[in-house]
């Protein structure tokens, strides 16, 4: 069973190469990518991903704060190596 990802990116470049780059993974489906964190937010309670994968200096920020940490973490710049 593949690990169901939704990709939140304001850079349509990045956004994009991710979406390649993961598609290639047999074991990862791209269910969606959004542009904002507005529409990261309505995909996720729409699709419930496995993952998301977001860009943490979207511009709005803020709109993640509205949905419940199912299980989740975050990571913050400096904290992954």
């Known amino acids: ?3 169901r990802l939704l ?3 304001d850079h349509p470049v990045v956004r994009e190469g991710l979406r390649a780059l993961l598609t290639r993974e047999p074991d990862i ?3 969606a990518v959004a542009e904002s964190g507005e529409e990261g937010v ?3 309670e729409q ?3 496995d993952v998301t994968l977001m860009d943490l200096k979207l511009r ?3 709109v993640w ?3 419940p940490p199912f299980g989740a973490f975050s990571a913050m710049p400096g ?3």
Do not use: N, Q, Y
């Open 79 to 81: 904290s992954l190596s």
């Open 1 to 3: 069973m593949a690990i």
């Open 65 to 67: 704060m509205r949905l």
């Open 60 to 62: 709005e920020w803020a």
């Open 47 to 49: 699709l419930r991903p």
């Open 29 to 31: 489906e791209v269910v």
């Open 7 to 9: 990709c939140v990116d």
């Open 42 to 44: 309505a995909l996720f």
